[in-house]
């Protein structure tokens, strides 16, 4: 808050100018150089990859010739590839949301326990993140079992009728979520801990003379002040369950009968199981132009806002 | 408006005492600054008068009401934060008019209250920026008006100028005190200048160690300090303080201050003094009392011939320290008379104007 206006600081001395201009021009190129190694890095592992997968969705399926937008064309025309795309929106954008509300709701909670024991919460609330998910996820698979399973059992005794958890195309999906939601809130709550505890407490205190209660401190302080942080914990998390693998790949293997397939598993099993890599190329570059169009609409507001506070 | 009333106030932070102990009437729309050094406990009573500390046991009184168990929201107060505590999200307007809002004001009333206390501020054009935006004396002037839109039953000021820089808090310190009197409301005021104390206070509470020390107007604690503390805190430079012995002078008290300087207690004083004839006590003059020799030394003064140690001019006055005993006495003289440091000068020291100490107490005889 201390540092007012000082970013248009522009125009320097017009006769120092040629000077300047000669030095920086000096500077950016021993800048350059000192980034070039990690240029090469960053080329070599996200910019080949990209581009051999973009050159594989253009090959045939036994990879020999060249068939420019075949491979799309098809995708087009079958439903499980719309299938697929409406799934995995459906799977990352409510799983977003509901890993969001759960981490700002426990992150609220855990602001609020004294200093002291805060720690002890913190980490315990963080293990469902730490453990690796396909392990977790194994443990939920055999809680969602048809006829062993724990919560079956608890719906028996409570003279529930019985779920099949995994079977039923809707409740294969409310678990596919489920977990999703349980092993990634943990992310969003000690990111928007770390907002909240960088709101200053005056602020609230102010609030609180102003006559604002709980609720209206969270939606008119807390919200606004932790904007940027909420958009881009969810962008990434979005980009991230956009792109899951793991948890659908164990729970559901995509079924019922591809019902819970997102890309990254169709993707998965039209090139290995399929033996048309290219076609799994082709399915995975879809997430790009998607995840472009979120990051956008974002991020639009994000840099706009960025020193605000 | 309403008066405030502090019975017997105290807070423990876990097992340390912030406060221990205080009584305060404040009287509908007095001006009322509560000073003293860091960790006297100014704050923390400003902010259990605010609700934003709850008292460990005590009454505290708004109006009639004992508020003791309201949240802050509901005792219609106003603060000034010492970093202002603007909401950073929400322009100037917004800021001012927030209050306003949650209690679900008419927007025209509103929008009247905010442009009225933006007149005042001199802040009209500022109310569609943002706090970043600001300087430091402007997001000052938002605070207050933030204060005042909400028209309360008291402003709560907690050290609201100390994070402004020398110039501008002088500044400020008027234009409080301006606001002051255009709007008359009961206002408890927290600082630990005690020159903002002197100057904005209707009665200053001179506060120490989590306890009262003095309660007064401004020219009551400069002139009849009741102890040692409040003796050295208000004034600056602050008064000397000597430890001394009263002897009998033959027909007068004198004040023995070493073995060549004795200065004698004048004849309006002796009774209250002789109790403590022979007993060691802490002799304090101010440096505004020890001044250069004019001619004949008035009645009720004393003079005497120093060596100067250090001489500090500063324009209007020049300082003047000298050591008695080991301890180093300032005095204020005229420039013009000052002599340079090493050199012999001959000072008047106004003995009406002494307070003397019982060491045993710290309490002013």
């Known amino acids: ?309 | 408006m309403a008066q405030v009333a502090l019975r017997n106030i105290v807070k423990m932070f876990d097992k340390t005492p912030a406060v221990q102990g205080i009584d305060l009437d404040i009287a509908d729309r007095e001006f009322i600054v509560l000073v003293g050094p860091s960790g006297c406990g100014k704050s923390t009573t400003l902010r259990m008068i605010a609700g934003l500390e709850e008292a460990t046991s005590g009454e505290i009184y708004i109006g009639d009401q004992l508020v003791n168990d309201v949240p802050p929201k509901d005792r219609d107060i106003a603060m000034v934060f010492q970093n202002y505590a603007l909401y950073p999200h929400m322009t100037v307007y917004e800021n001012m008019s927030f209050g306003l809002r949650l209690k679900k004001f008419p927007k025209q009333e509103i929008k009247q209250r905010v442009e009225a206390a933006a007149q005042i501020l001199d802040i009209t054009n500022l109310l569609d920026r943002r706090p970043k935006a600001l300087s430091g004396g402007q997001r000052q002037r938002v605070a207050m008006g933030r204060a005042i839109v909400r028209n309360p039953k008291v402003f709560l000021f907690d050290e609201p100028l100390s994070n402004l820089d020398a110039k501008l808090r002088v500044q400020m310190r008027t234009e409080i005190k301006k606001v002051h009197q255009k709007v008359t409301t009961t206002t408890v005021y927290v600082t630990h200048d005690q020159v903002e104390a002197m100057t904005l206070a209707d009665r200053v509470v001179v506060m120490n160690a989590g306890r009262i020390e003095q309660i007064g107007p401004p020219n009551e604690l400069y002139h009849n300090p009741k102890t040692r503390f409040v003796a050295g805190f208000i004034g600056s430079p602050a008064m000397n303080f000597l430890p001394a012995r009263i002897v009998n002078g033959g027909s007068n008290l004198a004040i023995r201050l070493s073995e060549k300087l004795s200065l004698p207690v004048p004849e309006s004083r002796t009774a209250r003094y002789k109790p403590y004839i022979d007993k060691e006590i802490v002799f304090g003059l101010r440096p505004e009392d020890i001044i250069e020799k004019r001619g004949a030394v008035p009645p009720g003064s004393a003079a005497f011939d120093v060596q100067l140690d250090v001489v500090e001019p500063m324009g209007m006055e020049t300082m003047v320290y000298f050591i008695v005993d080991g301890i180093e006495v300032c005095g204020r003289v005229n420039p013009t008379a000052a002599k340079e440091a090493g050199e012999n000068m001959d000072l008047v020291a106004d003995m009406t104007h002494m307070h003397l100490i019982d060491p045993a107490t710290d309490q002013v005889i």
């Open chain 1, 1 to 309: 808050m201390a540092d007012a206006v000082v970013s248009d600081v522009k125009t320097p001395a017009v006769g120092r100018r040629v000077g300047r201009r000669s030095v920086s021009r000096h500077r950016s190129i021993v800048g350059f150089l000192f980034a070039l190694p990690l240029i090469a890095v960053i080329a070599g592992l996200v910019v080949y990859p990209a581009g051999y997968a973009i050159h594989l969705a253009t090959l045939n399926k036994s990879m020999q010739h060249f068939v420019g937008f075949d491979n799309f064309r098809f995708l087009f025309k079958r439903n499980t590839f719309w299938m697929v795309v409406e799934q995995s929106c459906l799977f990352a954008v409510t799983a977003v949301i509901f890993k969001a509300v759960v981490g700002f709701v426990v992150a609220h909670f855990v602001h609020n326990i004294p200093q002291k024991g805060q720690r002890k919460w913190r980490g315990m609330l963080l293990v469902p993140w730490v453990i690796p998910p396909a392990m977790s996820t194994l443990a939920w698979l055999w809680l969602f079992d048809p006829s062993y399973s724990a919560f079956n059992w608890v719906f028996a005794h409570l003279g529930i009728p019985q779920v099949a958890w995994l079977g039923n195309a809707y409740w294969a999906r409310f678990c596919v979520i489920l977990v999703n939601v349980w092993v990634g809130s943990p992310f969003f709550m000690i990111m928007y801990l770390a907002a909240l505890k960088s709101v200053p407490e005056q602020l609230h205190e102010a609030a609180a003379i102003d006559g604002a209660n709980w609720l209206q401190k969270i939606w008119y302080i807390n919200l606004p002040m932790m904007r940027n942080i909420i958009q881009i914990t969810a962008l990434f998390s979005l980009i991230v369950t956009f792109a899951n693998f793991d948890i659908v790949k164990i729970l559901t293997n995509g079924g019922p009968v591809d019902q819970t397939h997102v890309f990254g598993t169709w993707a998965f099993t039209l090139a290995i199981w399929g033996n048309d890599i290219p076609l799994g190329a082709s399915v995975s570059l879809f997430m790009a132009p998607i995840l472009a169009v979120a990051a956008f609409f974002i991020l639009r507001n994000v840099r706009k806002r960025g020193n605000e506070a």
